[in-house]
């Protein structure tokens, strides 16, 4: 092949915020495939807040990306040649290849896309990892019940704007926190949540979760965790349940944040609290995939894709959405 | 009846650490039996930790309470006299009476106590409260498996020192977090805890933890919080169980105390918290009674009784078992 391989690698470890200097983009020439290796040609990659703690040395759930190396991340593009017996040319899979425009994998670690499902680029949303994280996340984690308040936060995101709609399906009121108006308008108006305010401009999120949330909370979604969390925790009934699945606003933190300690409301209200990561559901995500496919299909679930055009904005791209501004998933359009 | 009721009231609301001004030692007269009611002449009384969130005002998970009234908790004692079908005097009966001399309790809120299977103080300590908030803290939420290691903070006290036995019954390494260097020795050497550390005199816990508990920890019941509970967090295995059973380090404060933010931990580690208060498992008190009684008998289990002799002492009787002056379970002698 002629074409070379365009891809961006951890040039420096970040000191809290990312910035560009973090990251180099390079060619290189595209590797040659091993049997049951298949080379995909990167159409979209996805850019997650869990990035940012493999930008860190030493292991957090997964090995940090080493300096030099290309970024990881879940991408999804056209089968240009196949040396596995379950993928063939012209095929579309996703497959956790990284940043760059060309990525091997082999043929076990990657996933056929069913393009009649919807647009491709939903293998990194709305039916992809975000998808699998809200479902499970929310329904096993949670555990709601019908006529129960979820409130989650980063509302607007790609897993938060999921959740607070499978929360309405399951017969839920959806209360979102969010970081700007426009947001807060967005999981209103067009997602159905029943309430939400932008902490941005929230003088006190305790007074402003209140009236939004008259019968209490039942179900807490962290995706952000810190001081929201920390009015959320006052509010939620006895017997809620608070489903771990991101701390965002901890990612950038030079040092660790000190925080109120509120352990003593688990034994007032007997609470749970459960961490969880996807990969843990593995077995189900074919069960998920048909509900969400599904729910999308039947139109009560609806998403939105925050689309940055050219692999050399992938870093911008995933600087910006660690600082919220996308709304709905941000994806990385390469080819 | 020519006696009279000897009662100790709440004279006044702590601001921290309580003080004898607190309280106030009166006589009553001893009421009149309404029927369906027992009078109990009260031969020992409990304090326990959780008595420190009564004497604040407003409710937590039960109203404080009100000032000049009686101190509430447990008692056991005799019957004395009874317009209850179930009790006849020369019964022994244990009732949440409060600190008094004699109690009138209702027949379906007192519970009767069969000599039979222990001395009657232990109504109030292996066989009652604390036995049960072992049993049902350490195996219905912080579900325990043999090999595993489970920490107790609040090792020696009532709760921890039978949650370190069962531990181990249960074919776990028990390993205790005590406040003394006697306390750590009687964890260790009498009650077989695999180690422990005195949190009083360690200089870093992490590190006084770490060789206690080889393969990091997968079942923490908490009776203590604050910096200890930290330290145990950062060794937690991938899966552990947080079991919230108190909060005792908390209690005393004047304001809310920050600390470390840890719920990233809850990702990384898939850690699922839970806090309970033990009349969560009423229905199930027979079970554990015949358990707990059970492993007493079989010589497995294992108790300390810490009494001090006087109703005139229980209020300097809770404020040293605050500050952990007790091994065991601290109980006050009244007749």
Known sequence: MSEENRRIVLASRPQGVPTGD??????????????????????????????????????????????DEVMVGGAVGDVVASRHPD????????ASIGWQSHGVARGE???????????ISTALGVLGMPGMTAYFGLLDVGQPRAGETVVVSGAAGAVGSLVGQIAQI???????????DAKVDYICNELGF????????AADYGEALAPLCPDGIDVYFDNVGGSISDAVFLQLNTGARISVCGQISQ????????????????????????????????????????????????????????????LENAPAAFI????????????????
Chains 1, 2 share one sequence.
Not at 24 to 38: K, N, V
């Open 320 to 335: 910006g959405m660690l600082q919220g501004d996308n709304t709905g998933k941000r994806l990385v359009r390469v080819a």
């Open 109 to 119: 670690e990657a996933h056929k896309v069913d393009p009649r499902l919807g647009p």
């Open 251 to 310: 990612y950038n933190l030079k040092r660790p944040e000190r925080g109120l300690r509120q352990t003593w409301l688990f034994i007032t209200k007997r609470l749970s609290m459960r961490g969880f990561l996807v990969f843990d559901f593995a077995e189900r995500y074919a069960e998920a995939l048909r509900a969400l496919a599904g729910w999308v299909q039947e139109g009560k679930l609806s998403y939105r894709e925050d689309v940055v055009d050219g």
């Open 194 to 201: 029943a309430g939400g305010f932008n902490y941005k401009t």
């Open 170 to 180: 399951k017969g839920c009121r959806a209360v979102g926190v969010a970081g700007s």
């Open 22 to 67: 973090n990251f180099r983009l390079e060619t290189a020439p595209i590797p040659d495939l091993q049997e049951g290796e298949i080379l995909i040609r990167t159409r979209f990659l996805s850019v997650d807040p869990y990035m940012r703690g493999r930008m860190n040395s030493g292991a957090s759930y997964a090995p940090g990306v080493e300096l």
């Open 87 to 94: 993928f063939s040319e012209g095929d579309v899979a996703q």
